[in-house]
C-alpha cells in the first residue's frame, strides 16, 4: 500500500521537475513473474526506473539501506522498507544463497523482481561486469528477464551527491524478454550463469550505450577509493612538508636579522 502512496506522491512531482521518458513499456509483462535487471548508475534509478509501470517492482536492495545510523539511516529505512524493498547481504557464501531464495520467493508469488547484476552504483557511468544471481533465478524460476536500461541518472544524482540536479532528462528503455528457456534445468553449472548473465549484460549495453568494461564494478570502485586516499595522503605529506619548510624558513629569517643587528651594534661600538 505504502508502495503506491509514495508513487502517487512523488510521480507527479518527478513528472513536473524532470519530464522523465520510458520507451518500451509494453515489453513489461502485464501479470506473471519477471525479472527486471537493469544497469546502475544512481540512487535515483530506484525512482525513474519503476515511475513508468503499472505494476509494482520489488527490489533486491543492499542491506546499508536499512542498518544506517541517525536520521539519515532511519529514514532510509523507512523508505525501502514502505515501498518493499528486500534487504540482501552482499558478502557472499550462504548470505547470498538466502538473497537467492527471497527473490526467488518474489518470483513465486507472481511479481516482479528488480535486480541490478553490476551488484553496486557504477563508479564512471560505465557498465560492469554482472554477478550471476539474476541468471540463476531465472533459470530457477524459469521466469523471462526484461533489460531496464537507465539513462542519464548518473547526471542527475551522481555519485556522492544527495540533492538531485534540475534541467535534466532521465529515460529507460525496457528491452524485449530475453528468453533463456534453452538452459532450463542448468542453474548449477557455472558457465551457463556467466554465458547468461553476460547475454543480460550485452543486452543492457545495446539499449543503454553505455561502455562495458569486463571487470567487476565493486573491484574498480575499490581501487579508486585507494588511490583517493594514496592521493589524500600524499598531499597530506606534502602539506606538512610545505609547512616545515615554510616554518625552518621564516625561523632562519629570524635568525639573519638577529645576526644583522649584532653585526650593526658591533661596528657601532
Known sequence: MFYWVVKAILGPIIAVLWQPRAEGVENVPRRGPAILVGNHLSFSDHFFGPLPLPRKITFLAKSEYFTGTGVKGLASRAFFSGVGQIPIDRSGGKKSEAALRTGLRV??????????????????????RGRTGAARM?????????PMAMINADKIMPPGRTVPKLGIRPKVVFGKPLDFSRYYGMERDPRVLRAVTDEIMYALMELSGQEYVDRYAQTVKAELEAEAKEARREQATSDKDRRRAERARRKEERRARKGGGKDQRSSEA
Open 107 to 128: 518470483l513465486k508469488r507472481g511479481d516482479l523482481l528488480g535486480i541490478y547484476p553490476e551488484g553496486t552504483r557504477s563508479p564512471d557511468g560505465r557498465l560492469y
Open 138 to 146: 531465472a533459470l530457477e524460476a524459469r521466469a523471462p528477464v526484461v
